[in-house]
T-cell receptor, first 108, second 114 residues
Framework: EDQVTQSPEALRLQEGESSSLNCSYT??????LFWYRQDPGKGPEFLFT???AGEEKEKERLKATLTKKESFLHITAPKPEDSATYLC?????????FGTGTRLTIIP | DAGVIQSPRHEVTEMGQEVTLRCKPI?????LFWYRQTMMRGLELLIY????????DSGMPEDRFSAKMPNASFSTLKIQPSEPRDSAVYFC????????????FGPGTRLTVL
């Protein structure tokens, strides 16, 4: 059974303080790892898809990286508007298996 | 594009009542997914359709849950009878073609069963 663990569960940062979120996964034959952002009261919003170890993708202050067992979401010089829950979801078979997310709060 | 549309946004009902959630996927998308999100279990896939045909319903918790997709632009998730443990946020998502594509989520329906 595919498994995914995200850490930390919650993270509070000062504005401008860079950090990383972790997504550890166990899937048979990874066919993509997805990152989503979810704001309170809204549906998840797609950020990135990574397909192979060593791949990196960037969007504004976010950069996602992938190894064979983990993915990291690096956030550089975050702003308050980056506050949200970040979900990762590896795909081993036909389904995405979502982690429970990291709740990120950026303090002005 | 209007994105995925779900209705109602909020539903409060009493135990034993029938609940019907509705979803309109993004036009042109061939795959549709129903998820349930709770604090304890996170986001769980209930069922997904491809070209209006149910492909995998192994996530449907029990016979009280049923889903239909009568055409490419409409799907329903029905719970009958509802129970308090069904309280959650239910999301619908659609993808251009197949589960390997990026899924785009609707705003969700928050269901409370008293």
């Amino acid at each position: 059974e595919d498994q995914v663990t995200q850490s930390p569960e919650a993270l509070r940062l000062q504005e401008g303080e860079s950090s990383s979120l972790n997504c550890s996964y166990t899937v048979s034959g990874l066919r993509g790892l997805f990152w989503y952002r979810q704001d309170p009261g809204k549906g998840p919003e797609f950020l990135f898809t990574l397909y192979s170890a060593g791949e990196e993708k960037e969007k504004e202050r976010l950069k996602a990286t992938l190894t064979k067992k983990e993915s990291f979401l690096h956030i550089t010089a975050p702003k308050p508007e980056d506050s949200a829950t970040y979900l990762c979801a590896p795909r081993g078979g036909e389904k995405l298996t979502f982690g429970t997310g990291t709740r990120l709060t950026i303090i002005p | 594009d209007a994105g995925v549309i779900q209705s109602p946004r909020h539903e409060v009902t009493e135990m034993g009542q029938e609940v019907t959630l509705r979803c309109k996927p993004i036009s042109g998308h061939n795959s549709l997914f129903w998820y349930r999100q709770t604090m304890m279990r996170g986001l769980e896939l209930l069922i997904y359709f491809n070209n209006n045909v149910p492909i995998d319903d192994s996530g449907m918790p029990e016979d009280r849950f049923s889903a239909k997709m009568p055409n490419a632009s409409f799907s329903t998730l029905k719970i009958q009878p509802s129970e308090p443990r069904d309280s959650a946020v239910y999301f619908c998502a659609s993808a251009p073609s197949g589960s390997s594509d990026t899924q785009y989520f609707g705003p969700g329906t928050r269901l409370t069963v008293l």
